[in-house]
């Protein structure tokens, strides 16, 4: 894979060029099949902490992509709470983000693909950091639960530029497939971390340490609630479209 963006096209990441086969690393059975079962839940979890062995290995893995993983304490939890809160209530009063998440997740969804109602909570969470407001309830039910349990961290990078941003994807893949074998479920916070307002505020939680990609929280799945409905994908025959905004 070269990583290099192309200088006359600035939004182009990386370019993928199969050139052998290559014998699986050890781990890769592990992850191939972590991949059928990873998804995203996003109900309050149990309210059991995380083992504390789990942080310094997810560490290690972001490391391996030159990324890093900063767990919150909690005044930085209200901090993040906070930003997120700011970052919605901007989308929400915005129409044409509004519109973009139409596309993907309302009534403009293509019905294979997007988040269907089915993975919506049918109500806002009782969880100090707010869940993703997609604009309209769903259909997954949610109960009353805290998630004070949790742990809340930051996936960061050590520039802010595409070939960072593609780095911390990477360990986002890792790091979620890992989790996915370890029956931990990881839940990405991504609001803050677009616009610049609130993307600074969320810079400043890492105090120097590096520039925030992603904000994740790591928890026990509730058992009691069962397996979130599964997303829908398009088939590989399919290609994507870029739409210009
Ligand atoms: C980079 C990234 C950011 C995401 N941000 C959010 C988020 O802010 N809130 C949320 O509820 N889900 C978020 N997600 C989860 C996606 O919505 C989810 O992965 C996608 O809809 C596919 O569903 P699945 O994970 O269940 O397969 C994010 C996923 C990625 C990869």
Known sequence: M???PQPDNPLHLATITAIARARPVPDAQRLR????????????PKQQPIPTDVMPLLQATAATHLSGLQPLDRDKVLELAAAI???QAD????PATRRELDTWTGTDRHSGAGIPDA???TGPT???????DFG???TLPVNDQHDDAATYAILYGYADDPRAWLRAGQALSDIWLATTAMNIALLPFSAAVEPPRTRELVNRLLIGIGYAQLAIRLAIPDPTQGDAPRTPRLPTTETIERVQP
Request: hydrophobic letters at 30%.
């Open 2 to 4: 070269r990583l290099l």
């Open 33 to 44: 099949q972590a991949i059928e079962v990873r998804h995203t839940d996003r109900r309050p």
């Open 85 to 87: 809160t700011q970052a």
């Open 91 to 94: 989308e929400t009063a915005d």
């Open 119 to 121: 993975n919506i909570l």
């Open 126 to 132: 009782s969880t100090t950091v707010p869940n993703r």
């Open 136 to 138: 309209h309830i769903g």
